[in-house]
């Protein structure tokens, strides 16, 4: 049976946003499976994940809080930590500012689910996309992250026997991540810096190492962005 025409373009947008949140999805549910799984395991309550992932929705720091909330660790540093891993997204929303919907509800909630993926599937969208759509495909990429959390929770408090080295799945996926990186850049530069920050970290304040190599790669790559831009700058205006 043919569909009438002016059914057709109140459905396609919504296909599309469908068909770009499929691979999130593919990553999201696994992942945030893992977390819950981690979170339980820890001690936690089951609905504690899905709460975390319905209000903090941090990806990679809400990994690192696992272990940190396990250590019995003060909330300080856990908040200098989160901000730290999540400082990118200031960069990341600074290019999206002409894509943001001029509702302050859109633009609040855009701007809290800015994540990785979030990033990656807005800037994909049309010129013309509706705020609807933009703030659409936000949402459904939050959904698949808290049916993740949900399904590991629930799976971590009816297993009694811990599974370790599942704690591994998120470094596997930034060593896939650093690969792909390179393989795109073509450069060990930014794999370098890591592993000095991290090195000097170690040395100098062991106990906070994570965060001080990530603070030390923070401030690595605003200094050699910039070298790299004068030089761009330079390269196209010779006198």
């Known amino acids: 049976m043919s569909v009438p025409p002016s059914a057709s373009p109140a459905r396609a947008p919504w296909q599309r ?26 001690g936690a309550a089951w609905w504690l994940g899905p709460l975390a992932s319905l209000f903090v929705f941090a990806g990679a720091a809400q990994f690192m809080v696992v272990p940190m909330l396990a250590a019995g660790l003060p909330l300080l540093p856990i908040a200098v930590a989160t901000l730290v891993i999540n400082l990118r997204h200031i960069f990341y929303g600074l290019s999206l500012l002409h894509r943001l919907p001029s509702a302050w509800w859109a633009r609040a909630y855009l701007v809290w689910a800015l994540t990785d993926e979030n990033y990656s599937v807005i800037t994909a969208l049309p ?89 030390l790669t923070v401030a690595a790559g605003l200094v050699l962005g910039r070298h790299q831009l004068a030089e761009q700058q330079q390269a196209a205006d010779p006198s």
């Not at 946003?17 to 499976?33: D, E, I, K, N």
């Not at 370790?164 to 794999?191: K, N, S, Y």
């Not at 810096?193 to 991290?198: D, E, H, L, R, T």
Request: no cysteine; proline share 3%; glycine share 8%.
């Open 17 to 42: 946003l469908w068909s770009l949140s499929l691979p999130v999805a593919m990553g999201y549910l696994p992942l945030g499976a893992v977390f819950g799984f981690l979170l339980v395991q820890a």
């Open 127 to 215: 010129a013309r996309a509706s705020t609807a759509e933009i703030v659409g495909v936000a949402a459904l990429n939050h959904f698949w992250w808290i049916l993740g959390t949900v399904i590991g929770a629930l799976a971590g408090a009816q297993i009694t026997t811990a599974w370790a080295g599942i704690d591994f799945a998120l470094a596997a996926l930034f060593a896939v991540l650093a690969i792909e990186q390179w393989r795109a850049a073509r450069t060990m530069v930014p794999i370098l810096v890591a592993g000095v920050a991290y090195a000097v970290a170690l040395v100098v304040l062991p106990a906070q190492a994570l965060v001080v190599s990530i603070a």
